[in-house]
Structure formats: structure tokens, C-alpha cells
Nanobody, 123 residues
């Protein structure tokens, strides 16, 4: 059995920072790409950032470029999302997920998901 567990969410004021973590275990290691997604109430889930597990190529949504940084540890079993200059519109439940093959930011392409961690940014 594989597992993805997100942590690091919380409440911050606009302009603040948070660092999310996603710890993977089990068959997670057989996947190629790890990504971060978010879903705000009443909105569809959207891709935020993704990174190859075996390399360093990264992908970002335009809305977070220059503010968010995705990375993973050397073993590839922990995914991070450093979020700076947070805005109220970043408020959402944040999820990590894994997929086989090439990286992208398409939620339907990802195979396995964590339970999410809430991020709330106040103005």
C-alpha cells in the first residue's frame, strides 16, 4: 500500500509564507512525477506545480510563478512547496499527487492522491 500525507498548511496574512510537505511511502516510489494541486470551495481542482522524481525539471501554473517553489528530497519520497508572497486567492485545500510518465498540471492525469492540507490567506 502506498500513502501520501500532506502537512504544513495553516492560516497566514497576505504577503506571508508557508512551506507544505508531502511524505510518500510504499509504491509511491514507482511513480515518475509528483505534483501539487489546490481546490477552493466551489471551484475545480487546479494544478499548482510539479516536479520529476528522478530529476529537477519543474512546472508551474502562471498564477504562482515567481512566488512558489516545488522541490523534493534526494530520495524523492518527500515533496515540498515553498509558498511566498501569499495572496487571498491562494486560499484552498492543497493536495499532492503522483503519476506515471511525463509531468503536467492536469489533475485527471494523476494516479494517487493525498488527503490534503488547508491553506488560508487573509487580507
Amino acid at each position: 500500500q502506498g500513502q501520501l500525507v500532506e502537512s504544513g498548511g495553516g492560516s497566514v496574512q497576505a504577503g506571508g509564507s508557508l512551506r507544505l510537505s508531502c511524505a510518500g511511502s510504499g509504491f509511491i516510489y514507482s511513480y515518475d512525477c509528483m505534483g501539487w494541486f489546490r481546490q477552493a470551495p466551489g471551484k475545480e481542482r487546479e494544478g499548482v506545480a510539479a516536479i520529476y522524481i528522478g530529476g529537477s525539471s519543474t512546472y508551474y501554473a502562471d498564477s504562482v510563478k515567481g512566488r512558489f517553489t516545488v522541490s523534493h528530497d534526494n530520495r524523492g519520497n518527500t515533496l515540498y512547496l515553498q509558498m511566498n508572497s501569499l495572496k487571498p486567492e491562494d486560499t484552498a485545500m492543497y493536495y499532492c499527487a503522483v503519476k506515471l510518465g511525463g509531468c503536467n498540471l492536469l489533475p485527471y492525469a494523476y494516479n494517487y492522491w493525498g488527503q490534503g492540507t488547508q491553506v488560508t490567506v487573509s487580507s
